[in-house]
């Protein structure tokens, strides 16, 4: 998945850069938006909850919550020191492709300066990496299985949602959001990795507040 991801990022970069088919689709879609007009209808508050599983003030608010219950949970730092690394992997990622790439987004006024920074959708990069990230920790942490399905869920449904609610709203390309998902998909993994339980165990012992204890289960299985 990863390779498979690597190589459409890739692809889709050139093609937006260069121009090609797929930027043709984007215009597109973008046109059916603007004839749908549903930014300027009553509809709009309902679309745009369903860009907030991707929106980085309500993302960092609520999954900080739900690393503070982790961390308590398992009196270690492995669950919060996973979400800041996944929290400044997506801000260095995420930025350093909008540098690279030069790209005002659909909804920007014509004829007026804008932002050049919309590939790729940080939104959508949010919502698999922090919601994947969070519901991998949970199952680790084995906590109330409430909690485990619903991020589970969230980290499904979370990047679907924002795609939906942005597209129907014209606030990115279809290729931004294409470009978000394989980053997510990159980026996962990584917080995901061994290391950083080698890591907070390390931290745990120069903590001993937060030291694992018996009422804090912890397993140590991944995912496959």
Same mark, same amino acid.
């Given at each position: 998945?990863?390779?498979?991801?690597?190589?459409?990022?890739?692809?889709?970069?050139?093609?937006?850069?260069?121009?090609?088919?797929?930027?043709?689709?984007?215009?597109?879609?973008?046109?059916?938006?603007?004839?749908?007009?549903?930014?300027?209808?009553?509809?709009?508050?309902?679309?745009?909850?369903?860009?907030?599983?991707?929106?980085?003030?309500?993302?960092?608010?609520?999954?900080?919550?739900?690393?503070?219950?982790?961390?308590?949970?398992?009196?270690?730092?492995?669950?919060?020191?996973?979400?800041?690394?996944?929290?400044?992997?997506?801000?260095?990622?995420?930025?350093?492709?909008?540098?690279?790439?030069?790209?005002?987004?659909?909804?920007?006024?014509?004829?007026?300066?804008?932002?050049?920074?919309?590939?790729?959708?940080?939104?959508?990069?949010?919502?698999?990496?922090?919601?994947?990230?969070?519901?991998?920790?949970?199952?680790?942490?084995?906590?109330?299985?409430?909690?485990?399905?619903?991020?589970?869920?969230?980290?499904?449904?979370?990047?679907?949602?924002?795609?939906?609610?942005?597209?129907?709203?014209?606030?990115?390309?279809?290729?931004?959001?294409? *470009?978000?998902?394989?980053?997510?998909?990159?980026?996962?993994?990584?917080?995901?990795?061994?290391?950083?339980?080698?890591?907070?165990?390390?931290?745990?012992?120069?903590?001993?507040?937060?030291?694992?204890? *018996?009422?804090?289960?912890?397993?140590?299985?991944?995912?496959?």
């Amino acid at each position: 998945m990863v390779g498979l991801a690597s190589v459409v990022l890739v692809l889709t970069t050139v093609a937006v850069v260069r121009g090609s088919v797929l930027v043709h689709i984007d215009d597109a879609v973008s046109d059916r938006m603007k004839d749908w007009n549903l930014r300027n209808s009553w509809a709009k508050p309902f679309i745009y909850a369903l860009t907030l599983p991707g929106q980085r003030g309500t993302v960092l608010v609520v999954s900080g919550l739900v690393v503070g219950y982790l961390w308590w949970r398992t009196r270690s730092v492995e669950s919060l020191l996973r979400w800041l690394i996944a929290v400044v992997m997506v801000a260095a990622v995420v930025y350093a492709f909008k540098e690279l790439v030069v790209r005002v987004a659909p909804s920007a006024p014509p004829g007026k300066p804008a932002p050049a920074n919309s590939y790729p959708s940080g939104h959508v990069v949010n919502a698999v990496v922090i919601w994947g990230t969070l519901a991998w920790c949970a199952a680790r942490a084995q906590v109330a299985h409430w909690l485990q399905h619903t991020l589970r869920i969230l980290a499904i449904l979370g990047p679907i949602a924002v795609i939906v609610g942005m597209t129907l709203l014209d606030y990115h390309w279809a290729t931004d959001f294409l *470009a978000g998902l394989c980053i997510g998909v990159i980026l996962l993994p990584l917080t995901e990795a061994s290391w950083w339980t080698t890591l907070a165990t390390r931290l745990d012992r120069r903590w001993p507040g937060h030291r694992p204890s *018996a009422d804090a289960p912890l397993v140590t299985t991944s995912r496959s």
